[in-house]
Every structure is written in C-alpha cells, then in structure tokens.
C-alpha cells in the first residue's frame, strides 16, 4: 500500500482577516513532493485556513492514491488535537471542516502528528504565497511557486570541485537566471557512504570505479528516502566490470528558517471530530489556536530528509504532471560466477542464487516490506532475478510479471569468462568493445546500443502501464546503469564509471513531461 506525508499549513493576517493555506502531499518512501497547494481564502481566522489547508491536502492525496495510507504533520496543535480526537470541537465553523477532512479516508488508514513551525516551512511559504496572491488580487499559481525552491539549505561542504561544490553552481545560476540569490540555491549537503567490495559478476562494464571511504550516517534511513542528489566524487581504480559493486550516492536537505503568520487562543471545548461527521459545509467564522510552547526546537536531520525534495516541483516539475512512475531498481543476489567475477549475461549458464544471494534477496525483501511503497514486482525472465523476485513478491504478498526486455546483455563467446581471461583470448575485440557502444562481443553478442534501444523501448512501455505507481524492477547490471544513464541524459562511456553491487537497490521517477528524477544509486544499506 502506498504511503504519502501530506503537510498542511494555514495562516490570517488579521485573525480573522486576509487568509490562506498551503498544502504539500509526498512520498514516505522517498521524500518527493508530488503535489503542492495553495489558496487565498479571503477574509477568514488562522484556525479554518489551517483546516481547510489539511483538508486540502488530505483531497490532493486522495487523487493520487484513494488505497493509499496518509501520515499528516502540522504545527496546529489545536487541529492535530481534534482530529485524533483529544480535543473536542466548539466553534461552528471549525466543526464541518472537521467533519470533511474525517470522511476523506477511512481515520484507520490516517495518522496525525504535531510538528514543530521550523519543520513545516514548505507548507508554510505555500500559504504566504497565496496570501501575497490575494493582496494583489490575483490567484496563486502552482508554475510560479518558489515554495520549495525558496527553502534555505546548508551551505556545501567537501573540497573544491566535488560534487556538492558542482551542484551548488548549477543552483546559484538556476537562481541568477530566475531573479533569485545565491543563498537561494544551496543544494543539499551531501554524505558520502563506503563503497562495497564484494566481487560482481564481470557481465557488462569493463572497468569499475573506487572512491574513497566515508561516514556510514544512517544509511539505511537515507536509502529508505531515494535521495537522488550529492555523489561522491570517485578516484579510477581499474577493473572488471559488469556487474559491478559498491557506490556511493547520497545526499539530504538542510534546514530551513522563515516567519509564518500565527494566531492566539485557547483550547477549545465542545464535539469531537466523530461527532461533527454528520456536518458537512465549508464556512467561515471565528477561533484562535494555541501555539506550542517550544516549538522552534532544532529539526532532527532525518526528519528534514524525509522532506526532501531531490526535483523542485516549482520550475522543474510541476505538480499539474501528477504522480510519477517510479522504478525502484533491484539488482538480483549473487549467483555462483559473482564471487569470481565471471561474465553472466542472458547468453550463457543461466545460473540461480547463490546462499549468499538467497539472504540478501530475502533482506531486500524484509526492508521492501517496511516500506510499504511497491504496488507492483517485474523481473527478468533469466533465473537470478525470478528467484530474487519470487523472494520479495511473496514478502510483500504480491504477484511477479516477468519483461523480457529486462534481461541481462548477451555477451556471446564471453560468457563464463573472466575479464583476464577475454582479455588474453579476445584483445582486440575486447579494445573495441570499451572504445565504442557499438561493438559486439566476440560471437556476436549484444552490443551496449542494443541494450539500450531494449530498455528505453521497456522504459517507455513500463512507465506507460504503471503511471502513477510505484514498481519494483528485479534486473542486472546493464540494464539498471542503462536507465540511470539515461535519466541522466549521460553518455554511454559513463557505464563504465559505476558501480552496482549485488541486491543493491536504485530509484529513477518518471513524469508525465518525459523528464526522470534519479532518486537513488547503489544502496546497500539493508544488507549490512
């Protein structure tokens, strides 16, 4: 079942007086925004715009997924408080918004929970966008929101000319070019993470890259968000290739700091939210909320990064495209050949798991399930990745549909070798295979173009038939590095500089522009 984190936020110049509200609904898997909300209210009271902000948000969740299951943070202890019920509801216009928001979806498949103001600044700036809107007598405009983009980040770190430093450019420019400040355009700071060592099959790159080592900080929880921005740079140890390990992608937002309009009052008394279900109408009229005392207590760094937004909806991709199709890339477990380094592609033995990579299919399955996202599983037909697709469907109770298209490079007469070993029997057509896309191994085997006409056509027939949704790709080496590549608008030397270990687990989003978002590369976190 699909999870989203809706937050909402409402706010009254005047109390009552000019009002409005903001709402963002994302994935809990991976923190993306993927709808945003906001509205002029006219003349109304902090506490019905912070309401009609939830409701709002709880509709916008719905459109996307009425099965899902909703998780609402706000820094409205007064609505929070009536909607699981521990307060009770006095003001008459309070009372049928109340009622509204409860009949959204069922309440057990609805959680509530009270956030501090410093945590709730994307809903935040929503509502003031809306109110600035309605004073210039216009209508607020989710194409030109800078609500996300607005939001303060850290500053990067790391030595000149790393990745972090790179992307911080790239932000300032995006801000110079739409009117906005370097501060602006902070990106995330990113966290490296070791790469992973265990030997890969030699199946489709011919040379892996090392970085160097990093601080482990969580990393489980920041693969669980898909964070897609922030590589570590990498120094070129040569190598075997193929179905290559260890990586190191990561990276999560920063804090942020602003003002948000804010009322005064007590706590109410009167019906609770059960009882109000029976009214249903949107009016106006008078109340204050209280404000919580400490509220602008420091943000804990996983909480800001369940937040985060690796592509901007403002600019970028706008909430009008509606949900992705998101691909949640697995790798299957390691077979007997991964160890040794051998080329396995869909030419050769057709080898099962290994122990080894029945347990890692079987941890991939277990924080699957924690997760609760994936709506569907699809495999290659090889038996690798069936028998590690078997393994997660049946954890997370559902079927497997197997996409040929999905299957490993053919690599001909290489197949069962090791990369010494064809580089002895096969020297030259081994040089033209790392110098062109286009070469063949020996044999005839598939070339990396063939590959990739293969998985885009797959691509595109995929994120057609599950738009919206969220779904598990059981694959290899070629074809996962060939999507990210892809996504990347990468050229296609640059397989040759990843790294994908063995039930590693990587995350492309797909709009409905034609634009993809990587969200997560070579995360092994769940395995250790």
Partial sequence: MREFIVEADGGSRGNPGPAGYGAVVSDAATGETLVEAAEYLGVATNNVAEYRGLLAGLRAARELDPQARVHVRMDSKLVIEQMTGRWKIKHPAMKPLAAQAALVFPPERVTYEWIPRAQNKHADRLANEAMDAGKRGEAWSAAASRAALDLPRPEPSGPPGDATAGAARARAALASASGGSAADARPAEATPTPGETAG???????????????????????????????????????????????????????????????????????????????????????????????????????????????????????????????????????????????????????PSLSSVGREQAEKAAEFLARRGTVQAVVASPLARTRETAGIVAARLGLDVTVEDGLRETDFGAWEGLT????????????????????????????????????????????????????VLLVTHVTPIKTLIRLALGAPPESLFRMELSAASLSAVAYYADGNASVRLFNDTSHLR
């Fill in 419 to 470: 990369f010494g070993e064809v580089r002895e029997r096969h020297p030259d057509d081994l040089n033209a295979w790392l110098s062109s896309p286009d070469a063949e191994p020996t044999g005839g085997g598939e070339s990396f173009t063939a590959t990739a006409a293969r998985v885009a056509a797959t691509r595109d027939r995929l994120t057609a038939e599950y738009r919206g949704r969220t």
């Fill in 200 to 350: 890969p099959e030699a199946a489709s790159v011919g040379a892996t890259v090392a970085g160097p080592d990093g601080v482990r900080a969580d990393a489980e929880a920041r693969a669980a968000r898909a964070i897609g921005t922030g590589a570590a740079p990498a120094s070129g140890a040569a190598g075997t290739g193929a179905e290559a390990e260890g990586a190191r992608a990561s990276g999560a937002t920063g804090a942020d700091a602003d003002a948000r309009a804010a009322g005064t009052g007590a706590a109410p008394e009167g019906t609770t939210v059960a009882e109000a279900a029976g009214a249903a109408s949107g009016a106006t009229g008078t109340g204050a909320a209280p404000e919580a005392a400490g509220a602008e207590a420091k943000a804990d760094a996983d909480l800001r990064a369940a937040r985060a937004v690796a592509t901007p909806t403002a600019g970028w991709a706008p909430a009008d495209l509606g949900a992705p199709a998101t691909f949640v890339l697995l790798r299957h477990g390691e077979t007997p050949l991964t160890p040794q380094k051998r080329f396995s592609g869909s030419g050769g033995s057709d």
